[in-house]
């Protein structure tokens, strides 16, 4: 089943993950064959087409401009912004999804990447070294639309020879886009306030503890899924992944380290419920196992190198994005 990767495609390019996926993917596979696409296009984004993934006709032009054979869907709308517009988020999260995979049933795309999210998790999931095969009943409009998309991107391996891959991804921490809307932005936020402020309001209690990751293992996951080989793969679109976790106050502690006079305070808001549904720790057992899924970066490596980039930004003065 699997076939090359030649023309790409990635939705939602300008987000948190699409600005970073797009550099690396040019890398590996050159600038021409890598089309960024978003609502909006955003300044240096190289090759791009405005496409909303809400509207078939818009993905399809594209797809049929550029023979495109590869998506890497990233448009979404994430776990906060979609509580507070559920319907929104219903429809570019599903009916988005739904589209990309009728488009790549209709013209044979070799290959798409679909990320999923911790965020499919619920309350009565196990918290402590989440399995991969458990109870998902997500709370948030975000996590039953991935939910959705895991079963969907399933769905179309078995009954369209579909090559769809996706992981669980944790609450994504990295330097160069702010990630809008999700639940995990603290972990982002508390860097670019510690940097410019050197004090952060944080919107979780400080005994949250969450599975993130840093923005490097996120890209090489991405990638290295996408290039695994197909036969091995006994899941497909839901693959549990770890890196790190901890919680808002240890996240906290290690950024005075590097700067002593940083002070955090906790205001919890509608975020906390949301954080409290979801896992503290993941098994990603087989990922590691199907795909050789290996993270690099752990609490201390990932600090270090957020607030070095940050600190050159700042000097730089390129940190008010
Ligand atoms: N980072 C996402 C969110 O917080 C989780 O996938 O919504």
């Not at 300008?14 to 890398?27: C, D, F, V």
């Not at 319907?87 to 988005?96: P, S």
């Not at 991804?169 to 972990?187: C, E, M, R, V």
């Not at 293992?217 to 899924?225: G, I, S, W």
Request: proline share 4%; aromatic share 10%; charged share 30%.
């Amino acid at each position: 089943m699997a076939k090359e990767i030649k023309k790409i495609m990635v939705t939602g390019a300008a987000g948190q993950i699409g600005s970073e996926l797009i550099l690396i993917l040019r890398e590996k596979y050159g600038d021409e064959n890598v089309l960024a696409t978003d609502v909006i296009r955003k300044d240096g984004a190289g090759l791009f087409e405005s496409v909303d993934v809400t509207k078939k006709g818009s993905i399809e032009e594209v797809i049929k401009k550029h023979n495109i054979d590869t998506i890497y869907h990233l448009a979404a709308i994430l776990s906060a912004k979609g509580e507070e517009n559920p319907a929104l988020a219903w429809d570019v999260n599903i009916n988005g999804t739904y589209n990309i995979l009728e488009i790549a049933r209709e013209y044979k795309i070799n290959r798409i990447f679909i990320p999923s999210s911790i965020a499919a998790f619920g309350p009565e999931t196990p918290r402590d070294n989440t399995p991969q095969e458990t109870i998902l009943r997500p709370k948030t409009m975000y996590g039953l639309t991935k939910v959705a998309g895991e079963l969907l991107g399933d769905y179309y391996v078995k009954k369209f020879d579909i090559d769809v891959r996706g992981c669980r991804f944790p609450g994504i921490i990295s330097h160069k886009t702010l990630p809008g809307g999700g639940t995990t932005d603290y972990a982002v936020e508390i860097f670019f306030a510690a940097i410019k402020n050197k004090k952060y309001t944080c919107f979780v209690r400080e005994d949250t503890v969450l599975p993130m990751m840093y923005m490097p293992d996120c890209l090489k996951a991405a990638v290295d899924l996408m290039e695994a080989d197909f036969s091995q793969l006994k899941h497909h679109a839901d693959f549990n992944l770890s890196a790190m976790s901890f919680s808002a106050k240890e996240l906290a502690e290690e950024i005075k380290k590097h700067i002593p006079e940083f002070v955090c305070e906790y205001k919890p808001d509608f975020r906390q419920k949301i954080a409290d549904s979801w896992p503290k720790s993941i098994d990603d057992s087989f990922a590691r196992k199907e795909w050789g899924w290996k993270p690099q970066y752990d609490l201390a490596g990932m600090t270090k190198d957020m607030l070095q980039a940050l600190s050159k930004r700042q000097k730089e003065g390129t940190l008010n994005c």
